[in-house]
């Protein structure tokens, strides 16, 4: 009961594409705003009176940086030149001083990574997860917990590519090329996999990454292709590449086209078919990656193709590592939102892999690096363990914070004065932790009703 009532509080998860702004002025989310507005106006001065001054837009006392954003971005901007306030449990550093995700070590667990708001715009051009954009709004802070799992996750794909010498005999864990990352829901599976992309473009790797997956079975135009069978869906086709060409045009343009097979063409989006009749075209000689996904961006009725055939392509690629990273990847196991007429009054659900689309990039069954992350937040329903087109030890279970985890969250949410320094203990941080279960979210939106004992 109390789980599901701190669920609804923290709200439901949207979908859509999430960046950070330009210029970094975070904002509390509306259902904490309300929640503590509430608590506001019930503030008591020591005298046991109610405060006036609580229910005044400028209240400046020891609280209002918890009530009103500009207050506590304000002394949240000075802090910055006091280091003293940067402290964690047992005394340690709460920031690392590790410049790159390339970097960090198990020395920099339980402590915070800072990026730069430009930075991760700029290397993540498709959109945040919202969580993660959510966990900076509140925290009015761009900074990530350095974790165990996270670091795991990503020496698993640097020994791919790089494998240490000796490797052979080492006993250490087995290296995989493909995983699925399943666990409790807000365990930070989203934010992983946003941390890995960010890295591996840090590398110099190509990474097709798709931070919305159920976008790929939800919305636009869908139309049957007697050519393949297949649904085909040229406006989520054309938003595909799109993004993969946000980031990595300067690599697509050095690697060319090795499939000369001919791209079909299908309906275009609320165009139909050609008219000419033309069923498929092909490259040029000597065409790169980049024409071949331009072709799929200008051209509606290729688009579906383009994806299909890029997919193939990402294969043959050698020259640099090649990853796929998909967010939302259990949405590709369900039914999407389209449906078929069967007859006049009836129509049959349209499942994922019956999208051309989808079909092209869901399998996991192949030797390219692929790793995609579930959410629980799109109510897609718990999936079987043996899941189609994926190897079976390919899960891999991304828990939890743990205790010392939960500890320098409740440290970092101190520095970033959304508990109380007079409220603040080590008992109360453990009760945050055991009430939330090591839930990220939960935890957050229970530290601003840290009080005094």
């Not at 402290?87 to 915070?112: I, K």
């Not at 798709?210 to 790929?216: H, I, L, M, Q, S």
């Not at 200008?298 to 090649?322: F, N, Q, W």
Request: proline share 5%; net charge neutral.
């Amino acid at each position: 009961m109390l789980r599901t009532i701190l669920r609804r509080a923290i709200g439901p998860r949207s979908d859509g594409p999430w960046k950070l702004t330009a210029t970094a002025s975070y904002s509390s989310s509306k259902d904490t705003k309300s929640t503590m507005k509430k608590t506001k106006k019930n503030i008591k001065s020591k005298k046991g009176e109610p405060s006036a001054a609580a229910d005044d837009e400028s209240y400046d006392g020891p609280d209002a940086d918890l009530f009103d954003d500009k207050t506590r971005a304000r002394r949240l901007q000075a802090d910055e030149s006091d280091p003293s306030l940067d402290v964690g449990p047992n005394g340690r550093l709460l920031f690392t001083s590790t410049p790159t995700l390339a970097q960090l070590t198990t020395m920099d667990t339980c402590s915070y990574f800072k990026f730069k708001t430009e930075e991760l715009n700029k290397v993540l051009p498709e959109g945040l997860p919202f969580g993660m954009v959510r966990e900076f709004e509140e925290a009015m802070q761009s900074a990530v917990l350095v974790r165990r799992s996270f670091l795991d996750l990503r020496d698993n794909f640097r020994r791919v590519v790089d494998p240490p010498l000796g490797s052979a005999s080492s006993k250490g864990a087995k290296v995989k090329k493909q995983i699925v990352l399943d666990g409790p829901v807000s365990s930070g599976k989203s934010t992983a996999l946003a941390m890995l992309v960010h890295w591996a473009r840090e590398e110099g790797w190509l990474v097709l990454y798709v931070p919305r997956g159920k976008d790929w079975t939800h919305g636009g135009f869908f139309y049957n292709n007697p050519q393949t069978g297949l649904w085909d869906t040229p406006v989520q086709a054309e938003n595909i590449l799109k993004d993969f060409l946000k980031f990595n045009e300067s690599h697509l343009k050095q690697l060319l086209c090795q499939i000369s097979d001919p791209i079909p063409l299908g309906e275009g989006a609320g165009v139909g078919w050609m008219k000419d009749g033309i069923d498929s075209m092909a490259m040029p000689e000597g065409s790169t990656l980049y024409d071949l996904v331009d072709t799929g961006i200008k051209h509606t009725h290729a688009a579906v193709g383009v994806v299909v055939h890029l997919r193939k392509e990402l294969s043959l690629v050698k020259d640099i590592p090649v990853l796929i990273a998909i967010d939302q990847y259990n949405n590709w196991f369900t039914f999407s939102e389209y449906e078929e007429a069967v007859t006049v009054r009836s129509t049959r659900p349209i499942h994922a892999k019956e999208l051309a689309t989808v079909k092209a990039f869901r399998s996991m069954i192949h030797d390219d690096m692929m790793v995609g992350a579930f959410s629980h937040s799109t109510a897609v329903g718990k999936l079987r363990q043996d899941l189609p087109d994926v190897p079976s030890d390919a899960r891999m279970n991304y828990p939890r914070y743990t205790l010392d985890e939960a500890a320098a969250v409740c440290h970092y949410y101190l520095r970033q004065r959304l508990i109380r320094r007079e409220a603040f203990s080590e008992e109360n941080c453990k009760r945050i932790y055991y009430l939330s279960n090591g839930n990220g979210a939960e935890m957050r939106w229970l530290a601003t009703f840290m009080r005094e004992q």
